[in-house]
């Protein structure tokens, strides 16, 4: 490794016989050596720190003071022998060519990966995309989290904040900059309405608003509890009728730009097989008859190291062909159109909440699991959580937090236990 060296642009101190006949010494001569007025006397910044990196090349750069222009070259050499050198010249990659490195080379499921660029497209790029990345401050990015946070939720904000702070711990890792500025940036709270299940009535007429291709659907989406991806990537081989079953083992991306595809579930622990209950596989029976399955030809990227194209046979499409997501959010507005105004004209006070999604019809199908006396672990396993922390966070509130129920479970336990010590040495 090369010495990191000081040098004085002004002056020479070395320099041919024939050269010093013909200059006179300067005015920081001492009586230990001669110094010559070089080229650049006087001119821009005197003390130039040089260094060879580990590559070879040579840098420099400018001081007026010679102090500053040690300790530089003190820090530069400290950085390379403990092996944390900065390419100087490396900051000034721009923030969008650093983002655009860290998509292409990132292992994500294509939806993630179209996710990460449309936010990062839409709302990093314009103020950061073009800045260089060494320049960008904790403030620069705290001041951007302020303004997304008037147009995007909190959650939607932590999303794409999480992917800016991913494009700068790449920069970290590439040795482009020397720490992440988003470290101790402050993100808007999330705040964490308890669920409230939708009432049975409203499911009811849901269901009955729905279209007679998709009406199965929405009842099984009730009846099982499947995400709305799984539910239009649920193929024939995987409903087991004669068994009362569900077998999630893929989903159906509908990416903004492209055609859907088929890939694999949210996380593994979304793999898993959902009991139905006798409603639900006659609705299923009946929707097979009146809508043959018939063979789509999808993309299927379950195994994104081998993706193939073939023909998948789903049980919910849309005139014959994969239901794209944006479509289905059209039809979901007409049905809780229809349902609303069907509840108003039977009389009822019920109506659908603004905001209710298909999601919605998950978080019911949770609400019956508990009413109904299953525990945690259960409700976890079939509603595919990763965790069993998501479950409670999310439900715990819909578990019977009953005192008498409490009492008597203590009591059933150590009710014969007593202070009174004859009572005790009998039992």
Known sequence: MSKTQVYDRWHLSRVSKERAASLTSCEHSTKARNLYASDCHNIGMRWQVRWRDHDGRQHKENFDRKSDADKRAATIQADMSRGSYIDPQAGKETFRAVAERYLDGAIHKPSTSDNAAQLLGKHAYPALGNRQIAAIKRS??????????????????????????????????????????????????????????????????????????????????????????????????????????????????????????????????????VPLASNAVAAIKTHLERFPVVPVLLWDKTDPRKPVERKAHLVFRDNGKAVRRSSWNRQWAQIIKRANAQLAKDGSPLRVPDGTGVHDLRHFYASLLIKYGENVPTVQKRLGHAKASITLDTYVHLWKDDADTTRAAVEEGIGDLSCDPDVTSQL
């Open 140 to 273: 620069d990015l705290q001041s951007w989290v302020k303004d997304r946070s008037q147009i995007l939720k909190p959650s939607s904000v932590k999303v794409t904040f999480g992917y800016v702070k991913t494009v700068f711990r790449t920069a970290v890792q590439d040795g482009v900059i020397a720490r992440n500025p988003c470290d101790g940036v402050k993100l808007p709270a999330i705040p964490k309405p308890e669920v409230h299940p939708l009432p049975k009535e409203v499911v009811a007429a849901l269901i009955a608003a729905a279209p007679e291709q998709h009406r199965s659907l929405v009842l099984v989406a009730a009846a099982s509890g499947l995400r709305i991806g799984e539910l239009l990537g649920l193929e024939l081989d995987a409903v087991e009728l004669h068994k009362g079953e569900i077998r999630v083992i893929q989903q159906l991306a509908s990416p903004a730009r492209g055609v859907p595809y088929l890939t694999s579930p949210k996380s593994h622990s979304s793999v898993r097989t």
